[in-house]
């Protein structure tokens, strides 16, 4: 019976050495990638969106937009940005290129849409941004614009149910320090 069983084994294993000279190598699903070109695109900052550039390209109904929040399962409902998509991390790997879409990936801060734009770069995707500052820039730049922002500011925060600040104009200190922490968050 051991002579039997040694004698099945051995045949199954060269059956699958067979199976393997004949299936090949398994080769992963990412694209060439043009790490120079990718560098580029980081330095010339044209892998960013803005928060104002979104809330404009959902307004206006971009043909082929996807807004994907890469955020955790109960982030994502306790807020979201209009007409954004749950994408954890973990199902990027299994997304499809297709030709006619543009993806914008947001996070808290960025660093994650960031992370996940790499991989969807590897992946192939090509029309990839994501949210410069994430949800923060999308609160503050969109929800509660502040006196002195770029004129479109308030008429798409009131789109969007926001409400735009009003006052004075804080002093230059204040604006310098805002600045500041502003860029700190986006990781930029």
Request: glycine residues 10%.
């Amino acid at each position: 019976m051991p002579n039997v069983v040694r004698r099945l084994l051995a045949a199954g294993a060269g059956a699958l050495g067979v199976l393997a000279a004949v299936a090949g190598r398994p080769s992963p699903r990412v694209a060439a990638l043009d790490v120079a070109g990718l560098a580029g695109e980081i330095e010339r900052e044209t892998d960013h969106v803005t928060a104002l550039e979104l809330a404009a390209w959902i307004r206006d109904r971009k043909p082929g937009l996807r807004v994907l929040d890469v955020r955790t399962d109960s982030a994502f409902a306790a807020y979201h940005v209009p007409s954004a998509e749950h994408a954890p991390l973990s199902s990027i790997a299994s997304m499809k290129p297709a030709d006619d879409e543009t993806l914008v990936l947001y996070s808290e801060g960025g660093a994650h849409a960031a992370q996940a734009w790499v991989l969807l770069r590897s992946l192939g995707f090509r029309r990839v941004y994501f949210l410069r500052g994430g949800l923060l820039d999308w609160m503050e730049d969109v929800m509660s614009p502040a006196p002195g922002a770029p004129p479109e500011a308030a008429a798409l925060s009131r789109y969007f149910g926001g409400v735009p600040r009003v006052g004075a104009r804080p002093n230059e200190s204040a604006t310098a320090d805002s600045t500041v922490a502003r860029a700190r968050r986006r990781g930029c």
